[in-house]
């Protein structure tokens, strides 16, 4: 097995899986992008197996301590493992991520299901390298009518991968509907933004909705509209989505005919439709904001928190007093502090007190791991307009 010599003081010491390319000290054995390779210290003491692509930032991604292949049996084992987690925790398999990468042992590889089909990302060289065993145990734990691959991420290119989408197994599904805790959507696959719904953020519609009943609700950053539905279900007295894509409002307007409740949809672009708004006076009682990432990386950090300092900054002028917003970042790179400070210096410049009344995450079909910051990325707050100040 070709090996890779890890420098002192590598994260892998300190509980990441992840070799960045500064941190290899020597590459043995000639290994092929895409191997399996052994990742050891400088004294020779065996580290672990780990995928290997000299093309990438990253080029050793550790998934078992053990040495282990990539075979057929090893891929039906963290499968079956990963499933399980699910069904133990509840998870309605009608809509779920049943592998998230990382946080399943698998670097790269992501498989959503929705209904009897699944969508599979690749977004490792490795992973994407054994589509074809990864198939194969995807029909066996599964058993999809349908298996996609859905492998048009911009990230794909940092491991110098193509982008293409298409059928995998089976034969196009087809439009079809699922339930997400009692809400309706429509999936088209292949289609939609993602690899069809934010499942990340499914288990915070019914959260937030919970506060809707008799407000008037704003939904930024629609999407398929989550946020927007589960409040008119929850008895909101109006409700307003929007969201920059033609297809996205399609889309809201298609599920609220589905789950049979009004919605205003309008295609904009939030910044300039928040700022019209407050020029008009509008008033809600509880404002979402679900932005996408603002920054892929470190070194734009400042302009992405520019962004989120504006769109808190308007939301909170249309909010009355007692009234709520509902604030997500899905960033790893700007963590709780930077968010919290980042609302704080919105909340400054609108005169407004904000009372913090709850926290959201990430949905447990999307695991952090301890040693792994980036696999807690979703971050949300609920905040209350204190009134009287
Ligand atoms: N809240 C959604 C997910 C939002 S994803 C859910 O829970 O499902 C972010 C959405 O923001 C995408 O649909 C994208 O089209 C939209 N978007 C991105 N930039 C925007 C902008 N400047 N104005 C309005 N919508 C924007």
Redesign the pocket.
């Known amino acids: 097995m070709a090996s890779l010599i890890v420098r002192p003081r590598a994260r892998v010491f300190h509980g990441h899986d992840w070799v960045h390319d500064n941190e290899v000290l020597k590459v043995t054995g000639q290994p092929k992008d895409g191997d399996v390779i052994g990742l050891k210290d400088q004294r020779d003491r065996f580290l672990g197996s780990a995928i290997y692509n000299s093309r990438s930032k990253i080029p050793a991604r550790r998934f078992s301590r053990q040495r282990q292949d990539l075979d057929a049996d090893f891929f039906l084992r963290r499968l079956r493992m990963a499933s399980e987690y699910r069904d133990r925790l509840g998870l309605d398999p009608s809509a779920r991520r049943e592998v998230w990468s990382e946080s399943d042992g698998l670097p790269g590889l992501i498989l959503d299901r929705y209904g009897d089909c699944v969508v599979l990302q690749t977004l490792t060289l490795a992973m994407d390298l054994r589509k074809d065993i990864i198939a194969d145990a995807v029909r066996e734990v599964l058993a999809p009518r349908c298996l996609l691959e859905r492998n048009d991420g911009p990230v794909r290119k940092a491991e110098g991968l193509e982008l293409h989408t298409g059928i995998l197994r089976g034969e196009a599904p087809g439009a079809f509907e699922v339930a997400l805790g009692g809400v309706r959507f429509g999936i088209e696959l292949p289609g939609g933004?993602k690899t069809g719904?934010?499942l990340d953020?499914a288990g915070?519609?019914a959260l937030v909705a919970a506060h809707a009943k008799g407000r008037r609700v704003l939904?930024?950053?629609?999407?398929?509209?989550?946020?927007a539905l589960a409040c008119a279900l929850a008895g909101a007295t109006e409700v307003t989505a929007?969201?920059?894509?033609a297809d996205?409002c399609a889309a809201i307007n298609a599920n609220a005919k589905r789950n049979g409740v009004t919605l205003k949809v309008e295609e904009?672009?939030?910044?300039d439709?928040l700022k019209a708004a407050v020029g008009r006076g509008d008033r809600y009682d509880l404002v979402?904001l679900?932005?996408?990432s603002f920054t892929r990386d470190r070194a734009r950090l400042n302009d992405a928190l520019r962004g989120y300092k504006e769109i808190h900054l308007r939301a909170a002028s249309l909010l009355e007093p007692g009234g709520l917003l509902a604030t997500?970042c899905c960033s790893h790179h700007v963590s709780d502090p930077i968010f919290l400070d980042t609302i704080l210096d919105a909340m400054i410049d609108a005169k407004r007190t904000a009372r913090l009344r709850a926290r959201y995450s990430q949905r447990a079909d999307h695991p952090v791991v301890l040693g792994l910051p980036e696999s807690a990325y979703l971050k949300g707050f609920l905040l209350e307009m204190a009134p009287g100040r």
């Open positions: 933004q719904l934010y953020q915070n519609y939904d930024c950053f629609s999407n398929q509209g989550g946020f929007l969201d920059i894509s996205a904009a672009n939030v910044f439709w979402i679900d932005p996408p997500f």
